[in-house]
């Protein structure tokens, strides 16, 4: 296994049952769940309530957690000699966050194109763990433990509405991460779009 980025994220929704996502502005880039990384002695629920507001200047109250998000790549060949080893994997907390106010209290970050989306109409740019999430957290999930790098492996399923077995209690393992053949790209990760 490569070096681990621990990062955070949240599915962040409104009165009227929209999500929020948030893309870079830098050439073509997908919507992504707002969120980012960990700093050091930071619980995962602090840094999501720092993350979120400093990224998109809006107020939020966590729920709960969705789950647990792994992007790697486990088909990465191994460096060769004096080069840089892969990318490194990234483990997201997801958690399932309401916003407590009509208005965002702050301005959020240079380069982040924010927007509501209906879980119904989201983007077809968006992350692998961003579609995942959203269907998981739509579905009622938590407690979700997902390998994106190993799903990306497999094809991929026909497209559902929430995506994924919801298996037992609720939680689910598979679903749909992205379209057949499409594998992802570091700056797609939630913490990477920086």
């Given at each position: 296994m490569s070096a681990l980025t621990w990062a955070v994220a949240a599915v962040v929704s409104d009165d009227a049952g929209r999500v929020l996502l948030c893309r870079q502005g830098r050439g073509e880039r997908r919507w992504g769940l707002p969120g980012g990384r960990l700093r050091r002695d930071e619980s995962p629920a602090a840094a999501v309530l720092r993350n979120i507001h400093a990224e998109t200047g809006w107020e939020i109250r966590v729920v709960d957690l969705v789950g647990l998000y792994r992007l790697g790549d486990p088909s990465a060949p191994p460096p060769a000699a004096g080069r840089c080893g892969?990318?490194?994997?990234?483990?997201?907390?997801?958690?399932?966050?309401?916003?407590?106010?009509?208005?965002?209290?702050?301005?959020?970050?240079?380069g982040c194109h924010l927007g509501w989306h209906a879980p119904a109409e989201l983007p077809n740019a968006v992350t692998p763990i961003t579609r995942a999430a959203v269907a998981d957290a739509l579905a009622g999930r938590s407690g979700v433990l997902r390998d994106a790098g190993r799903e990306l492996a497999r094809p991929a399923a026909a497209p559902s509405a929430v995506g994924g077995d919801g298996g037992p209690g609720g939680r689910g393992q598979g679903g749909d991460l992205v379209a057949p053949g499409q594998r992802p790209e570091p700056d797609d990760t939630p913490i990477a779009r920086r």
């Open positions: 892969p990318l490194p994997d990234v483990l997201v907390h997801v958690f399932r966050a309401r916003v407590t106010g009509g208005t965002p209290t702050g301005d959020p970050v240079g």
